[in-house]
């Protein structure tokens, strides 16, 4: 017993110091747990210090990213005013060019119809023109065959133009006489002219020169002709020239109006009687003189041998 109670003061001793223990024990683990809490934290902040910074740096590129992106928004907004003005221009003209396009269609179908009837007008101007060209051809070929015979026949014609001429020549040279025996003859470039020595009225006169073919009281061409005749003598003779006494203008023989006179001055007068011409005048034996047709006078005959030989091989064809 009396160890027991030993025991239990013993224990009654150790009691608190084992609480006290205990509180140390347990302060200690509170202390080890606030160290390391603390630790933690600690740690825990740098992180949180770390992460603010590099949240700070992001939030800093973020805003010059949100700047750049207004700069850039501004951009856009500009050239989306630009184009919005560049699209209602654009579309402007979009009507415009639908307007020009729909007329232009209109005058494309006019067109295209004109196109129609010019093709059928065409057709029928190229069938046409395919006959002309079988009836052209046939011509052609027809020329050609005339050609060979207008050449032939022209050839042949020289020839015997040639021989007419010689012929003729022949005649005024005197070679060949075609003219009535007796006739006083002599000739001037193509003609062949009679001065004989009797005398007649201007009717017979006429007559008796035209008794020949291709033969007339003289015809005075020009100047030269009727220089011709005054030289051949002085007589007063009978020419080709008279007028009707209804008024008209002189007249050659062979119907030409006279163009180029050689009156005698004062000549022609009496124009009421006096109707028919002489050449020698007179006071001016070499111009000419208007008388009375029933005169007598002698005459100049003018022949043309071309002429006869001609109208000659023409009777004989
Ligand atoms: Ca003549
Ligand atoms: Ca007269």
């Given amino acids: 017993m009396k160890n027991s109670r030993k025991d239990n003061g013993k224990l009654a001793q150790a009691v608190p110091v084992i609480i006290l223990i205990c509180l140390l024990l347990i302060i200690l683990a509170v202390a080890i747990s606030f160290i390391i809490i603390y630790v933690c934290m600690e740690n825990k902040l740098k992180d949180i210090e770390i992460e603010n910074r590099s949240l700070k740096i992001r939030f800093q590129n973020l805003m010059t990213n949100h700047s750049e992106l207004m700069t850039y928004n501004n951009e856009l907004n500009t050239s989306h005013s630009k184009l919005m003005t560049d699209f209602n221009k654009l579309n402007t003209n979009q009507t415009k060019l639908m307007t020009n396009y729909n007329e232009l269609n209109t005058n494309y179908n006019e067109l295209m119809t004109s196109h129609s009837k010019l093709m059928t007008t065409y057709n029928k101007l190229n069938t046409k023109y395919s006959k002309l060209m079988t009836n052209y051809n046939e011509l052609n070929t027809n020329y050609s065959k005339f ?14 133009d040639d021989k007419v001429k010689k012929f003729a020549k022949d005649v005024r040279d005197g070679i060949i006489s075609l003219h009535p025996s007796g006739w006083n003859c002599t000739s001037f470039r193509k003609s062949v002219y009679h001065f004989p020595t009797d005398s007649s009225n201007w009717a017979d006169a006429n007559i008796t020169c035209a008794s020949m073919s291709c033969c007339s009281l003289v015809i005075v061409d020009d100047s030269a002709e ?92």
């Fill in 147 to 160: 050609m060979i015979n207008y050449n032939e026949v022209s050839t042949n014609y020289t020839a015997l």
């Fill in 226 to 317: 009727q220089e011709f005749i005054k030289n051949y003598d002085k007589e007063k003779r009978w020419i080709g020239l008279q007028k009707d006494g209804a008024g008209n203008d002189f007249q050659w023989v062979d119907g030409t109006s006279l163009a180029t006179a050689f009156w005698a001055s004062d000549e022609p007068n009496n124009e009421n009687t006096e109707f028919c011409v002489t050449k020698g005048a007179e006071f001016d034996q070499d111009k000419w003189n208007n008388d009375m047709c029933n005169a007598f006078h002698r005459r100049i005959c003018e022949f043309k041998p071309e002429c006869y030989v001609r109208k000659k091989l023409e009777t004989d064809d």
